[in-house]
């Protein structure tokens, strides 16, 4: 026993050392107040949305989203046509500043969850694969919730 918490203790140090001095990564971001809209079981089809903060000093671009409870997801805009319609178009990616924080929201940039695979219960969590192309994928769980 003695031995094993003697072995055990440089490593965890070392480790704790490693980890508070190493700055943030290039890159790197963090997602806030991720949620998707709850709608009737025959809709088929929603919209996710959240913040994305970039604290880096490096802009990255959000380049896909997927979801398990969707057969597709779109990331899309909203555009005002000339007769004064909302209109929304897909796009091929997101930027997001260095230092900068992308919102997505309803009226504006948002994410389209289309083929539901399960019904959009309020309360529920929907895990969303989110893929930057330099800091990489992470996963975001979005609640479910009403407006
Ligand atoms: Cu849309």
Same mark, same amino acid.
């Given at each position: 026993m003695g031995m094993m918490k003697q072995a055990f203790l440089p490593i965890l140090s070392s480790f704790l050392l490693f980890a508070c001095s190493? &700055? &943030?990564?290039?890159?790197s971001l963090s997602v806030s107040d991720a949620w998707v809209r709850a709608v009737p079981p025959a809709s088929g089809i929603t919209a996710a949305y959240m913040t994305i903060l970039n604290d880096s000093e490096v802009a990255d671009t959000l380049v896909s989203v997927t979801c398990d409870v969707s057969r597709v997801v779109e990331m899309h805009a909203v555009e005002v046509t000339s007769e004064g319609a909302m209109r929304m178009h897909r796009l091929k990616s997101i930027p997001v500043d260095a230092g900068g924080r992308l919102t997505l929201a309803p009226g504006g940039e948002h994410l389209m969850l289309i083929g539901l695979q399960q019904p959009m219960q309020v309360g529920v969590y929907v895990p969303l694969k989110m893929t930057f192309r330099k800091s990489g994928t992470q996963l975001v769980m979005a609640r479910i919730r009403k407006e």
């Open positions: 190493t &700055p &943030p990564e290039p890159g």
